[in-house]
């Protein structure tokens, strides 16, 4: 309740610090000049990326194959709860779906989810990394040689934990078991039950392991990136067409990070608004914009982002009902039919 409140608390205040700083009125007008045509370009790049993304859940999940199409819908609901739900919470929307719809073992769900993620880290801090080559790199701020350094380092670290991603459950599971030693807890339900979804995890990491998936999923995770970076430049370039700003692709890559970065706070504003508009202002004023602008872009794409996160789960999730309700309905068709057939003999 308490973390309720003060995520409210620190809504109101950083949006309304934000709003302060530029002319309501100036923001009705700076909307009405966006390109339509340009938006909805972005929108269908925008919904690639969900589509490399689920191709991406079929490499990792071992246990069964599933449909693209399913995934898809999986992944459009799992993302828009993401969005909407506070400190990551709607993670646990894609562990739920994956065990109601197809019967993966949460443990499974979790592993996968957890690989995902580490490669999401990796190829996040290529594409960073790079972009910064461009812009830190050329303000003399930094050398490309620290840049290349912390690039190497942070890749490194990356891949080594892709690559040893049983070791560290096995260290964690480790720990875990001597503190319940420790301090009595061996025996409390809750510490079974932990240490034995832990060990489903362990395996599940070996499980995805073997099937040698690495090349085939990094791939596929820079093309998901790289589609949701030319969605976000060509969103911003419609947003920016009247004002005669054409932001270029690497400072996209830039600015959007430092936003993105902030939806796995602990404590951040009710739906990211606040926090992730603070982030974003700051960033692309630091990258050249005026202030007024880069407030002004920052809620309008937050707020496109979102609309076009909850089209694709609100469609998703109207469809996997609907995909039910079928299931549903031949089920009891068939019964009825299997019924009519032991009668009449």
């Given at each position: 309740?308490?973390?309720?409140?003060?995520?409210?608390?620190?809504?109101?205040?950083?949006?309304?610090?934000?709003?302060?700083?530029?002319?309501?009125?100036?923001?009705?007008?700076?909307?009405?000049?966006?390109?339509?045509?340009?938006?909805?370009?972005?929108?269908?790049?925008?919904?690639?990326?969900?589509?490399?993304?689920?191709?991406?859940?079929?490499?990792?999940?071992?246990?069964?194959?599933?449909?693209?199409?399913?995934?898809?819908?999986?992944?459009?609901?799992?993302?828009?709860?993401?969005?909407?739900?506070?400190?990551?919470?709607?993670?646990?929307?894609?562990?739920?779906?994956?065990?109601?719809?197809?019967?993966?073992?949460?443990?499974?769900?979790?592993?996968?989810?957890?690989?995902?993620?580490?490669?999401?880290?990796?190829?996040?801090?290529?594409?960073?990394?790079?972009?910064?080559?461009?812009?830190?790199?050329?303000?003399?701020?930094?050398?490309?040689?620290?840049?290349?350094?912390?690039?190497?380092?942070?890749?490194?670290?990356?891949?080594?934990?892709?690559?040893?991603?049983?070791?560290?459950?096995?260290?964690?599971?480790?720990?875990?078991?001597?503190?319940?030693?420790?301090?009595?807890?061996?025996?409390?339900?809750?510490?079974?039950?932990?240490?034995?979804?832990?060990?489903?995890?362990?395996?599940?990491?070996?499980?995805?392991?073997?099937?040698?998936?690495?090349?085939?999923?990094?791939?596929?995770?820079?093309?998901?990136?790289?589609?949701?970076?030319?969605?976000?430049?060509?969103?911003?370039?419609?947003?920016?067409?009247?004002?005669?700003?054409?932001?270029?692709?690497?400072?996209?890559?830039?600015?959007?990070?430092?936003?993105?970065?902030?939806?796995?706070?602990?404590?951040?504003?009710?739906?990211?608004?606040?926090?992730?508009?603070?982030?974003?202002?700051?960033?692309?004023?630091?990258?050249?914009?005026?202030?007024?602008?880069?407030?002004?872009?920052?809620?309008?794409?937050?707020?496109?982002?979102?609309?076009?996160?909850?089209?694709?789960?609100?469609?998703?999730?109207?469809l996997l009902n609907l995909k039910k309700e079928n299931k549903t309905s031949q089920k009891t068709e068939k019964s009825d039919v299997e019924g009519h057939i032991k009668v009449n003999h």
């Amino acid at each position: 309740m308490k973390k309720k409140v003060f995520a409210i608390i620190l809504t109101v205040l950083l949006v309304g610090g934000l709003l302060s700083q530029i002319q309501i009125k100036d923001l009705g007008e700076f909307v009405r000049g966006f390109s339509i045509a340009g938006l909805i370009l972005a929108f269908l790049f925008y919904a690639m990326s969900y589509f490399f993304r689920a191709l991406r859940w079929r490499q990792l999940i071992y246990s069964k194959a599933i449909g693209l199409g399913e995934l898809m819908m999986i992944t459009s609901a799992h993302i828009m709860f993401n969005n909407l739900l506070p400190s990551r919470s709607g993670e646990f929307s894609y562990i739920y779906l994956l065990k109601k719809r197809q019967g993966i073992s949460g443990s499974e769900g979790l592993a996968t989810l957890v690989a995902a993620r580490f490669y999401d880290f990796a190829v996040l801090s290529s594409f960073f990394l790079i972009s910064a080559f461009f812009y830190i790199g050329s303000s003399n701020k930094m050398s490309l040689g620290e840049i290349a350094i912390g690039a190497v380092f942070i890749l490194s670290v990356a891949v080594l934990a892709i690559f040893n991603l049983e070791k560290i459950m096995a260290v964690i599971l480790s720990v875990v078991q001597r503190i319940g030693k420790k301090f009595r807890l061996t025996e409390k339900k809750w510490m079974s039950f932990l240490v034995s979804k832990g060990n489903d995890v362990l395996e599940s990491f070996s499980a995805i392991k073997s099937k040698k998936k690495f090349l085939p999923v990094v791939s596929i995770s820079f093309l998901a990136w790289g589609f949701k970076f030319f969605a976000y430049l060509i969103m911003l370039r419609a947003m920016l067409g009247v004002e005669g700003v054409y932001p270029t692709f690497w400072m996209i890559v830039l600015g959007t990070t430092a936003a993105e970065l902030t939806t796995i706070l602990p404590i951040h504003g009710i739906g990211g608004f606040g926090t992730y508009e603070s982030a974003w202002a700051g960033a692309f004023y630091l990258l050249g914009f005026a202030k007024e602008l880069a407030i002004k872009t920052a809620f309008s794409f937050h707020l496109l982002a979102l609309l076009y996160s909850v089209i694709l789960g609100v469609v998703s999730l109207l469809l996997l009902n609907l995909k039910k309700e079928n299931k549903t309905s031949q089920k009891t068709e068939k019964s009825d039919v299997e019924g009519h057939i032991k009668v009449n003999h």
